[in-house]
């Protein structure tokens, strides 16, 4: 078998047929090329009559190659033709390897402010780049991306830098970012030169600004320029600082990783007959604890222990019969000693350049067995791993990791789960009433798990509508003067979230309004219908709109214009009339695909004795076409069918179900070997079954009472990295963690079925609504009405939630939900739960009282 391992440490394992006999020769063929940092040959198996033996030759690709070795004091200057080199669009590419996690790759700047800056920082990849004058200089200015990690272990990594004027691609090793440079201009600006290696300081010859690269660039392009081409040609545009030479060094360094805590080791001698001890070496790891040197002292006198204790080195001696006494303690002030001393488990990491007294140790003589001893050691290679790169914690949780495994810390994200991929918040106001809220300030999220974040919102619930409405900066009446055509006055509202948040509770809402005022005094609004509009609003696709409240799109009218009720019959708002008194415009916006109001502009209050006055309302919503989007299955062989559901690394399905049947598909998605299906298996359990091609995961949730009892119960699923789960209802969630190793991408190609099989075997029979991939809300009721043996939507809410109605409350079945209605209760409000208010007349005068008193004596309860 041979693996291929990629940049970005992905395997390619593909098995070949060796020869039969000594002489023969075995030719094999990839069917693609692949790029490879590392080839490594398993024998699976060998003649059994014969003597173990392999000999392999592999071939790559015509390459060519330009490489420069910059000994960390030494930098390449690319001088332009002239003073100034400003470009609208960059493209810089290279290869680079290096042993020191620190150094400048290449820098420009100008006199104005401009640079560009692509340097290491602990084993990482810096990006700077400015392209405003008034931004800080390179010294101040945090990087605009950072990539990559452990990139200086030694192998060559890729960069690829592209920009088109604020517009930035960076890549590092297939790992791309994505991002958009602040300010104004779209030129970069650099100043006389471009330098690689290092940043010369001006007038001072072998002095640097900041710490200089050392190692090896291969094949370095600026704009197509090939800089290392010119430096061998020694070409007049490259001046050379210090000792640069066109060939890379290759340092014997050989690491060694110790993979397991508990049986990987390394023993070394020391030098005899020496007094004292001296030990050197670079180690690193993720873990915060672990052995990292022991050694008996002579003469009995106890044992050294170097180790790591929650990211400090701490070197103690141990005495046979004494307490352990500390040389260099490092150990937190808020510890005992006693806690400074707890046994610690052992080293997990790479170690490399080992010297004992002085002398280097020959670590492939320990691999040959000819120094030493070890146990189950990686010689000549740190294996170490990245586990937050990329990072798989979502919504901008930080990642942080073991050497096992990674953890997400998703505080203040507004997330939670192993991987900050589960919204803290509801989707909508209706979500919030149907948990017996009333009304209040809430935060939604829209899309649950998708990329939107959560914003607040007001939910007024009231007996018949839920309504959501969303305040924005400016819904006072405001003022306007001494505005015209040429200096017009605009307003722009801030509604606390973005417009996609925004958009995604419109699309989601049956009906949405928002409220127009203009109030005028000799100021038009609309003109005429023919003419240039002189007042008008942006809506949400950045467009002028030139109709008022009231009218619909397309006329250029106010609401009186439409019953022809204005002031002046001539025009078709009241403010055109232009009147010296003050009238008004006023109604509703309510087409949803132009709202919400995001800007006006005012142009008409310029003139003598004109005067104006605006107020918007707030944007209000009222019916979740999602949560009570339902269909009904009365067939087996029925179903709906989606596109492919693409989740693979993070993938959550809720919905809520209703049957009597013993049981059924709910849904399944399938692929050329994965394959994700939830079912109800029997009429108390419901299963969800995963693979992502290492074997299916199975998780079975049993209900201590029947599921199949035509009653609303909720399904929810979820697989991520780090573990799978099930929860249904409010029973117990089953969870299994999920392996490190393997393949962990789902990959789905078939289309998503709900209701049923792909086989058309084992379906559902019965109702499923408000269901939701990965935040993303299906249309079932859309679907059903072009599907046979499926119905759009499902009668019977108030079996489930009647009893959400209180004090004698009558639960009122709606097409999409429910309503309690109050109207034979003493109590009112959206659950019958709200006291009234009665009067009564005595004698000395009216008493209040409010109606939930059960018993009247006197004057009061």
């Known amino acids: 078998m041979v693996s291929l391992i990629s940049p970005g440490f992905h395997f390619f394992p593909q098995t070949f047929a060796g020869n039969m006999n000594a002489d023969s020769v075995m030719h094999h063929k990839l069917l693609h090329s692949v790029r490879a940092r590392f080839i490594r040959f398993v024998p699976l198996e060998w003649n059994p009559s014969g003597k173990i033996g392999m000999r392999v030759e592999v071939y790559g690709c015509s390459y060519k190659s330009d490489v420069a070795d910059f000994d960390g004091r030494s930098s390449l200057l690319y001088r332009f033709n002239q003073k100034l080199m400003s470009t609208l669009k960059d493209v810089i590419s290279l290869k680079f390897k290096s042993m020191q996690g ?220 004494e307490r352990a006494a500390e040389i260099l303690t490092g150990c937190p002030d808020n510890l005992t000693d006693s806690q400074c001393l707890n046994p610690i488990k052992a080293f997990q990491g790479c170690m490399r350049l080992i010297f004992i ?74 979500v919030y009433r149907h948990q017996g809220n009333t009304a209040g300030f809430f935060y939604i999220d829209s899309d649950g798990s998708g990329p939107l974040g959560p914003f607040q919102v007001y939910c007024n619930i009231t007996e018949d509508k839920i309504w959501t409405l969303m305040q924005h900066n400016n819904t006072e ?23 996609e948040q925004l958009e995604a509770v419109i699309d989601g809402s049956e009906h949405c309004e928002q409220e127009v005022a203009y109030h005028c005094k000799r100021s038009r609004l609309l003109n005429t219908p023919d003419g240039t509009p002189l007042t008008w609003w942006i809506g949400r696709s950045n467009e002028r709109q030139p109709y008022w409240g009231g009218a619909p799109p397309g006329v250029q009218q106010c609401d009186c214009g439409l019953d022809e009720s204005c002031l002046d019959i001539r025009h078709f708002c009241n403010c055109d009339a232009d009147k010296d008194e003050w009238t008004n415009d006023t109604g509703f916006l309510s087409f949803k ?21 605006w107020r918007i309302g707030p944007l209000r919503c009222y019916g979740d076409r999602h949560f009570w989007n339902a269909v009904s299955f009365y067939t087996e062989a029925s179903y709906l069918h989606f596109p492919t559901f693409h989740a693979e690394f993070s993938a959550d399905i809720s919905f809520f179900f209703k049957t009597t049947a013993l049981s059924g598909v709910f849904l399944e998605n399938l692929g050329i070997k994965d394959f994700i299906r939830l079912e109800i298996s029997s009429p108390s359990e419901i299963t969800f079954a995963i693979d992502v091609g290492n074997g299916p995961i199975e998780l079975i949730v049993q209900s201590p009472s029947s599921l199949n009892d035509n009653q609303w119960h909720y399904v929810r699923a979820e697989r991520n990295l780090k573990e799978t789960s099930l929860q249904v209802d409010n029973l117990p969630r089953m969870t299994k963690e999920t392996s490190e190793e393997g393949h962990f991408r789902l990959q789905l190609n078939s289309q998503l079925f709900v209701g ?50 209180h004090n004698g409350g009558k639960c009122v079945e709606k097409h999409s939900g429910y309503f309690c209605d109050c109207t034979s209760s003493p109590y009112e409000g959206p659950f019958c739960k709200k006291g009234t208010i009665e009067i009564y007349v005595f004698p000395t005068g009216c008493v209040l009282v409010p109606t939930d008193c059960r018993h009247v004596t006197g004057n009061s309860c």
């Open 593 to 613: 695909d132009h709202l919400p109001v995001t800007q006006i502009v005012i142009t008409d209050t310029d003139r003598t004795n004109s005067e104006a006055a």
């Open 357 to 430: 007294d002085n002398q280097p140790k020959d670590l492939i003589s320990v691999q040959q067995g000819s120094l030493g001893n070890f146990s189950d050691l990686h010689i000549d290679l740190c294996s170490i791993k990245d586990r937050c790169l990329p990072n798989y914690c979502e919504h901008g949780g930080s990642c942080s990791q073991s050497w096992t495994t990674f953890y997400c810390n998703c505080t203040d994200t507004g997330y939670v789960g192993a991987t900050c991929h589960n919204s803290l918040y509801e989707q909508s106001c209706e």
């Open 102 to 321: 620190d150094g400048v790759l290449f820098h420009g700047e100008g006199q104005r402010g401009d640079h560009i800056t692509l340097e290491l920082q602990r084993g990482r990849l810096a990006l700077h780049l400015n392209l405003d004058d008034s931004k800080p200089r390179l010294s101040s200015s945090p990087p605009s991306a950072t990539l990559g990690s452990l990139l200086d272990d030694q192998h060559w990594h890729s960069v690829l830098l592209e920009r088109v004027g604020k517009h930035v691609n960076f890549t590092v090793d297939r790992h791309t970012q994505h991002f958009r440079t602040k300010g104004e201009a779209d030129a970069l600006d650099i100043d006389y030169e471009l330098s690689f290696g290092g940043i010369p300081v001006p007038g001072k010859p072998g002095t640097f600004l900041k710490k200089n690269f050392h190692g090896c660039i291969e094949n370095l392009y600026y704009n197509g320029v090939n800089i290392i081409d010119l430096a061998k040609r020694r070409k007049h545009q490259i001046y050379t600082v210090g000792n640069v030479t066109f060939s890379c060094s290759e340092p014997q360094i050989v690491p060694i990783t110790f993979v397991n805590s508990s049986s990987s080791y390394l023993l070394l001698p020391g030098t005899p007959q020496i007094d004292g001890l001296s030990v050197s070496f670079q180690f690193r790891t993720w873990n915060k604890d672990g052995l990292l040197l022991s050694t008996m002292l002579s003469e009995g006198s106890g044992t050294l222990l170097l180790r790591l204790e929650d990211g400090t080195l701490r070197l103690v001696i141990q005495k046979m019969t």
């Open 477 to 499: 009446l405001t003022h306007v003067q001494g505005a015209n055509p040429e200096k017009p006055y605009s307003m722009t509202l801030d509604y606390g979230g973005s417009l």
């Open 756 to 805: 049923g099989t792909s086989s058309r075997q084992k379906g559902f029979l019965g109702c499923i609504r408000s269901l939701h991939l990965n935040g993303q809300k299906l249309d079932l009721e859309e679907r059903a009405k072009v599907t046979s043996g499926v119905r759009p939507g499902c009668p019977g809410h108030c079996s489930s939630y009647g009893s959400i109605c």
